[in-house]
């Protein structure tokens, strides 16, 4: 409750309407940036829930991409000859690629020095990708056959079997003259399908940095938490829409006819929505170019490091201003026409007189602008870190590979298990159709999913409050683990749908708890404690690049998942597996976050 309390007076603080240091800095910079070339001052101003939404749409894109990428590519590859062993390997090709490529990626945003800005193109960059992605891992198969690929080759093999031995129909229909499709019948649309899977799956999970700092940088610091909300519950929404479009029967459509099948429908429909989303956010506002950053503090983005800097240097600022606001009205009563603009400049937050002050004032905090965080920093504090860090990262370590091996297999899961179908049998026969049944139904059961996700993100922070940090936690990573067991045992439609909020409520928790505690170390300069005093910690450690390892536990989790799963499905001859592992590796993160520090 104390924190929550001080979490509450450090955001009045920082708020422009109750505190007027504050309000003149904003409109002092915001007069600056309209004087520009260009028209900058809508950094410096709030936002409106309209702006918030464009802003905010590219996180419903990315989702929308998720949903296709995570519904669909298992089936695909199972269905186009890869067996469940290698099916999983090829998961771990994009962390693979993430875990390096990620924090280069967000060095170059903060570098880069184009006219359109620092952030839009890489997500331009990283859009194309997931697009590309999108195209080639429904047409993969298509493709490869104008390659010259073999393709199925049952039919023909059926029939030889029908002639030479008498065999019937019915053999035909239900696949049991053949092992089903084979991976060499398939070269060139195994190679496009998997390169289409990297290329989704590694851009999607990249663009979400760039977008959430575009986000931040456009939006003044008492809106940031606003802007964070908002994202989340767009993500959420777009998971939503997402699964449920894949859980739609496309092929008794005129749309699903029109296009082909009901994995190309999908696909094309989600590819024109993240398009139309893309072109939304980044057509929102114009950033403010880095070389014009550097060389003018006035149109660097006002952070809360500069805020609480200002606001400590000199105690009687806001009496400064009073005191020089009132001379500045008894020398202008002489002149009607220059009192009738200082009162105008006062009403909106802006005096004269003091922006002197206030601009040798911002070539102090110069220094405070933070210089990007290199590879090599960024590798090594993976290395060196708090023991308190080190507990938080490994428990985020084990929720992203309960909450992955669920994702990925999910879908497959419930075609195989649930609906008794299969994914190597023959096209149209009866177990075929089921597996393609229920890996609609599945879709189904992901909406859920995120929809109760994006719900949950808007609460958990009421129920830190409530309940405290620790027992929201530990209590989000058992309720996914009870579960995804009781789906295990008993894989039943009611409980892919009932279940699924588990899911959900996983995915809501690591994606905030997390850093609220990483924002919580480094606001208070505590990741130990002893004897009941906090002992600050010498070595000096960046917000950016602690979030930015919280974070890329994700790349860490998705590689061991795909090398382990596929073996462990194998072993045990069920996909079945896949939630059993999910139930031990989320109680193995809850026995994990009972040794985190929460501050």
Same mark, same amino acid.
């Given at each position: ?41 809508? %950094? ?63 060095? =170059?945003? #903060?570098?880069?020095? +184009? ?27 298509? +493709? ?34 053949? !092992? ?10 195994? &190679?496009? !399908? ?8 590694? #851009? ?27 994202? *989340?519950? /767009? *993500? ?16 008794? !459509? ?28 980044? !057509? ?50 002489? #002149? ?60 985020? @370590? ?20 649930? /609906? ?11 177990? *075929? ?40 936690? =530990?209590?989000?990573? &058992? ?7 009781? +789906?295990? +045992? ?44 906090? %002992? ?18 994700? /790349? ?11 073996? @462990? %499905? ?21 026995? *994990? ?7």
């Amino acid at each position: 409750m104390v924190g929550v309390t001080a979490d509450a007076s450090q955001a009045n603080q920082l708020s422009s309407v109750r505190n007027p240091m504050i309000k003149y800095m904003l409109k002092t910079r915001e007069n600056h940036a309209r004087e520009q070339d260009r028209d900058y001052s809508h %950094v410096f101003r709030r936002k409106t829930r309209f702006e918030m939404f464009r802003l905010s749409a590219i996180a419903m894109a990315i989702e929308f991409a998720y949903a296709a990428e995570t519904s669909f590519v298992s089936p695909i590859l199972l269905q186009i000859g890869v067996d469940h062993k290698h099916m999983s390997m090829t998961w771990g090709l994009s962390p693979l690629i993430g875990f390096f490529m990620s924090p280069l990626l967000g060095s =170059i945003s #903060d570098r880069c020095k +184009l006219r359109w800005g620092r952030r839009r193109p890489i997500i331009s960059i990283l859009s194309f990708g997931i697009m590309c992605g999108l195209i080639l891992v429904p047409y993969g198969k298509d +493709l490869g056959l104008l390659l010259g690929d073999a393709g199925y080759t049952y039919a023909e093999s059926a029939l030889n079997f029908t002639s030479s031995s008498g065999g019937s129909v019915a053999a035909l229909v239900s696949g049991e003259a053949t !092992t089903g499709p084979s991976a060499s019948d398939y070269k060139f649309a195994v &190679i496009l !399908t998997i390169l289409g899977m990297v290329l989704l799956d590694f #851009d999607a999970d990249t663009c979400q940095t760039p977008a959430r700092t575009y986000l931040l940088d456009m939006c003044v610091p008492e809106e940031q938490p606003k802007a964070m909300t908002m994202f *989340a519950l /767009f *993500a959420g929404f777009g998971g939503t829409i997402g699964y449920a479009i894949g859980g739609v029967d496309w092929e008794t !459509t005129h749309i699903g006819s029109f296009m082909g099948g009901n994995i190309p429908t999908v696909f094309t429909l989600v590819t024109i929505i993240f398009a139309v989303c893309y072109l939304i956010t980044v !057509t929102t506002f114009r950033e403010i170019p880095l070389p014009l950053i550097e060389q003018d503090e006035l149109l660097r983005p006002l952070s809360e490091q500069a805020i609480k800097k200002e606001l400590k240097k000199k105690n009687n600022t806001i009496y400064y201003i009073q005191e020089t606001t009132q001379l500045e009205l008894q020398m202008a009563s002489d #002149d009607p026409k220059r009192l009738e603009a200082l009162q105008g400049s006062y009403q909106n937050g802006y005096s004269p007189a003091v922006e002197k002050q206030g601009k040798s004032q911002d070539l102090e905090t110069q220094s405070d602008y933070d210089a990007p965080v290199s590879l090599k920093a960024y590798l090594k504090s993976i290395f060196i870190m708090p023991y308190s860090m080190r507990m938080l990262a490994l428990t985020n @370590l084990f929720c992203w590979m309960g909450h992955v091996t669920y994702c990925l297999y999910f879908t497959d899961f419930v075609g195989e298990a649930v /609906f008794h179908g299969d994914p190597t049998a023959a096209p149209n026969s009866e177990a *075929a159709l089921n597996y393609e049944a229920g890996v609609r139904f599945g879709c189904w059961g992901m909406a859920i999913y995120a929809f109760s996700c994006s719900i949950y993100s808007l609460s958990v922070t009421k129920l830190m409050k409530w309940f405290g940090t620790k027992a929201v936690y =530990i209590s989000g990573m &058992i309720y996914y683990g009870i579960g995804m067991l009781v +789906l295990g +045992l008993w894989p039943t439609k009611w409980g892919v749908l009932v279940f699924s909020t588990s899911a959900g409520i996983l995915y809501g928790t690591i994606f905030t708890v997390p850093f609220i505690l990483v924002a919580r170390y480094h606001a208070k300069n505590c990741f130990s404690i002893k004897n009941g005093e906090i %002992v600050p910690l010498k070595q000096a450690r960046g917000l950016g690049t602690d979030v930015a390892i919280i974070s890329s536990m994700v /790349f860490i989790a998705q590689l061991i998942v795909s090398l382990s799963v596929g073996p @462990l %499905v194998s072993w045990m001859d069920t996909t079945c597996a896949v939630l059993y592992a999910s139930t031990f590796l989320s109680f193995l993160a809850a026995i *994990a976050a009972m040794f985190v520090l929460y501050v």
